[in-house]
């Protein structure tokens, strides 16, 4: 196989799998690969560091093997400098972009290493005036110096902490129900504080369950506490929430007591129809005619909040984005001094926000579903 490069990559290899996934990968995209060394650490605590030798026939496919590879921290031993291609067209990419992965990330230009700004999964990267960001496809315009190909860019991975020869599988693993819970919202609490006292905001990711369970009422509270900096849900939350605020019900269910109540069916309607005859949520606020509920602490807090709806809306209430481009711009703008992220009963918002996430900033989800938590 004619093309080649080596690459090295430093952690837990061996107890964490990456090692294996590595190989892997190679072998799924089609490559070869040689493992010219193997420097094994000791203790559980040392980390081990590998050296390994990535060919293929295709020169651009041994590229996107690199690039693929960076998702576990591989870096090329000697990955050189950056090729720059221009964007062929308002959000077009040139064919050999590089893709980029959700961990800081550095680029060598002109033989010094310039930090990306914003990290984000499955964008491209853009040069501007020697600096780099990341930018979506569709944000990319015509002309644009593009970063293409795998020379010349490496990523740096989190701290990983090795498992302890103790561990005991469910309850040392990162997705389980069997764990106790009174000790994880305490570790939750915990870090609230920690990032709160840091400078940092606090992003919340919601669902109708909040509502739907009753548990709205310790959501105002922590927004008045100031742990909610910024929220990001769908038309479902904020129209249940206000739903419950002006008529007592959630789904046409009483709250207080659990049970349907007469044309409850017809309740979050009728709250959407409110909210946009006052124009917006804060409208809403300001006139008098919502009173309470979450997105009333948000207002009356004067914090952030991005609501993104979906084809399977009713309304849907004024403040919600129905364009999900401009969805995700808005989020992203509210992106910056996030410190911790805490997803709560929603899958496709909590996967959006993961997405849309930087892997340095820790993230906690909670969901009835395992499946949704492991996403």
């Not at 900096?229 to 739903?243: C, M, P, Q, S, Y």
Request: glycine share 10%.
């Amino acid at each position: 196989m004619p093309y080649s490069e080596i690459v090295t990559v430093t952690g837990h290899l061996m107890d964490t799998g990456a090692l294996a996934r590595i190989l892997d990968d190679v072998l799924e995209y089609g490559g070869d690969y040689r493992i010219d060394s193997l420097d094994l650490g000791r203790q559980h605590k040392d980390t081990s560091t590998a050296h390994i030798a990535i060919s293929s026939d295709d020169e651009e496919l041994l590229a996107r093997i690199l690039m693929r590879l960076q998702v576990h921290g591989a870096n090329q031993v000697d990955p050189g400098l950056a090729l720059l291609r221009p964007a062929p067209g308002d959000g077009v990419f040139p064919d050999d972009f590089y893709s980029t992965t959700n961990l800081n990330t550095q680029v060598r230009l002109d033989d010094r290493w310039v930090d990306v700004e914003r990290p984000e999964m499955d964008c491209g990267l853009v040069v501007t005036a020697g600096r780099v960001r990341t930018v979506p496809v569709s944000d990319v315009g015509a002309g644009d110096d593009i970063v293409c190909g795998a020379s010349g860019v490496r990523v740096i991975m989190p701290p990983a902490q090795a498992k302890s020869a103790d561990d005991f599988g469910f309850m040392s693993s990162a997705v389980s129900s069997e764990k106790p819970q009174a000790l994880l919202v305490r570790q939750i609490a915990e870090q609230m504080r920690e990032v709160k006292a840091a400078g940092k905001r606090i992003l919340w990711v919601g669902g109708p369950a909040i509502v739907h369970t009753g548990a709205a009422p310790a959501m105002v509270k922590l927004v008045e506490a100031g742990f909610v900096d910024v929220l990001f849900a769908g038309n479902a939350l904020a129209t249940h929430d206000i739903e419950s605020a002006i008529f007592g019900t959630s789904l046409g269910v009483d709250l207080s007591k659990g049970s349907g109540v007469p044309h409850g069916h017809e309740h979050h309607i009728r709250a959407i129809n409110t909210i946009r005859r006052a124009g917006s949520i804060a409208a809403a606020v300001e006139q008098g005619i919502l009173t309470g509920g979450v997105m009333h602490a948000m207002v009356k807090a004067d914090k952030a909040f991005v609501l993104v709806g979906s084809v399977r809306d009713d309304g849907p209430l004024p403040d919600v984005y129905t364009d999900v481009i401009e969805g995700q711009r808005a989020m992203r703008a509210e992106l910056p001094n996030v410190g911790f992220a805490i997803m709560v009963a929603t899958m496709l918002h909590s996967i959006a926000t993961g997405n849309l996430l930087p892997a340095s900033i820790p993230l906690v989800s909670v969901d009835i579903n395992p499946a949704t938590v492991t996403k």
